[in-house]
Nanobody
Framework: QVQLQESGPGLVKPSQTLSLTCTVSGVSITTNHYGWNWIRQPPGKGLEWMGVIVADGSTYYSPSLKSRASISRDTSKNQFSLQLSSVTPEDTALYYC?????????????????????????WGQGTQVTVSS
């Protein structure tokens, strides 16, 4: 049974770096043909894909984050992490980690931006992060 669990601080000050970790159980994050994503939902808005780390460790990010996001992994702990720098109150959101199977065309930012939400097959429960002084 695949399970994902987000963890991290619920409150971050403006200009600081937001750090979240997703712990995965039931499957190795190095398993081929799966991507491990960070997705967020600001209050009153839709889901926003942020980025992914795939089996070989490659990463892809949403251009809207303008290089503020970084995703890494610790394979010994079967975890992957998000760091989002220079946060503002607009980064306040419910943050999810989720798994998605690789599309037929392979991994690319374009394919990931166009991915249907129903294609994500496992999700964490989400963790609220508020950016406030």
């Amino acid at each position: 049974q695949v399970q994902l669990q987000e963890s991290g601080p619920g409150l971050v000050k403006p200009s600081q770096t937001l750090s979240l970790t997703c712990t995965v159980s039931g499957v190795s994050i190095t398993t081929n043909h799966y991507g491990w994503n960070w997705i967020r939902q600001p209050p009153g808005k839709g889901l926003e894909w942020m980025g992914v780390i795939v089996a070989d460790g490659s990463t892809y990010y949403s251009p809207s984050l303008k290089s503020r996001a970084s995703i890494s992994r610790d394979t010994s702990k079967n975890q992957f992490s998000l760091q989002l720098s220079s946060v503002t109150p607009e980064d306040t959101a419910l943050y999810y980690c989720a798994r998605v199977p690789e599309s037929r065309g392979g991994w690319s930012t374009e394919s990931l931006l166009g991915m249907n939400i129903r294609e994500y097959d496992y999700w964490g429960q989400g963790t609220q992060v508020t950016v406030s002084s």
